[in-house]
T-cell receptor
C-alpha cells in the first residue's frame, strides 16, 4: 500500500509566485512527517519536520490529519528553490518509514 | 554533511561483474539504509539495518545483498550487475526518536553505470 503519495512528479512555477508541493499519506495513528530536499549535485537533506513547526527557507508545512496531508508551501518562490522534494513518514515503530516518489520543482526566472 | 561518506562516488562496470558500494558514518547511529534513486521513480529502499545483527529487506532487494561490518559500516553488493541496476545509490543513517525512525542523514551518493 502506498503510504506517501506525491501526485506531482514535476512542478514549475515562476519566480515570486506561490508554490505548493502536495503530499498525502495513509497511516492509522499519529505519524511524524518530514520534507527532504535534494538540490542539484547535493545530497538529500532534511528540510523540515512537522513536529518542529518551524519555517525553513521560507517553507512551511502543516499536518492536516483530517485530509491526511502535509503539503509544503512557500508564498514567494525563488530560483534557488529549484530542487527535488521528498515527503516522508515515520510511523509508530522503527520499521515504519516511507518516502514518496518525489516532486521536481523548477522555479522559472 | 561529511558524517556519512560513500565510496566510490562514481563507478562504471560491465554486466555480470560483482560490485561493492561502501558506506561509513561517524554519527554514531545504529540505523543504516541503502536506497536507489531513479529518474521518475524517486527513492526506493533496498535494505536497512537497525544494528549489526539486524538486517532487513526493503522494497527492492532482489539482486542486492548487504553486509553490516560494524556500527559505522554498511556495504551494498551487486552480485552480478545488470544494466537496469544503473542508478544513483544513497546510504543513510538515522537515530531513534522514541520508537520511531528519526531524521535520516544521507551520504553524497554513488552513481553506478552498468554497461
Amino acid at each position: 500500500a502506498q503510504r506517501v503519495t506525491q501526485p506531482e512528479k514535476l512542478l514549475s512555477v515562476f519566480k515570486g509566485a506561490p508554490v505548493e508541493l502536495k503530499c498525502n499519506y495513509s497511516y492509522s495513528g499519529s505519524p511524524e512527517l518530514f520534507w527532504y530536499v535534494q538540490y542539484s549535485r547535493q545530497r538529500l537533506q532534511l528540510l523540515l519536520r512537522h513536529i518542529s513547526r518551524e519555517s525553513i527557507k521560507g517553507f512551511t508545512a502543516d499536518l492536516n490529519k483530517g485530509e491526511t496531508s502535509f503539503h509544503l508551501k512557500k508564498p514567494f518562490a525563488q530560483e534557488e528553490d529549484s530542487a527535488m522534494y521528498y515527503c516522508a513518514l515515520s510511523g509508530r515503530t522503527g520499521n515504519q518509514f516511507y518516502f514518496g516518489t518525489g516532486t521536481s520543482l523548477t522555479v522559472i526566472p | 554533511d561529511a558524517d556519512v561518506t560513500q565510496t566510490p562516488r562514481n563507478r562504471i562496470t560491465k554486466t555480470g561483474k560483482r560490485i561493492m558500494l561502501e558506506c561509513s558514518q561517524t554519527k554514531g547511529h545504529d540505523r543504516m539504509y541503502w536506497y536507489r534513486q531513479d529518474q521518475g521513480l524517486g527513492l526506493r529502499l533496498i535494505y536497512y539495518s537497525f544494528d549489526v545483527k539486524d538486517i532487513n529487506k526493503g522494497e527492492i532487494s532482489d539482486g542486492y545483498s548487504v553486509s553490516r561490518q560494524a556500527q559505522a559500516k554498511f556495504s551494498l553488493s551487486l552480485e552480478s550487475a545488470i544494466p537496469n541496476q544503473t542508478a544513483l545509490y544513497f546510504c543513510a543513517t538515522s537515530d531513534l526518536w522514541g520508537t520511531r525512525t528519526d531524521t535520516q542523514y544521507f551520504g553524497p551518493g554513488t552513481r553506478l553505470t552498468v554497461l
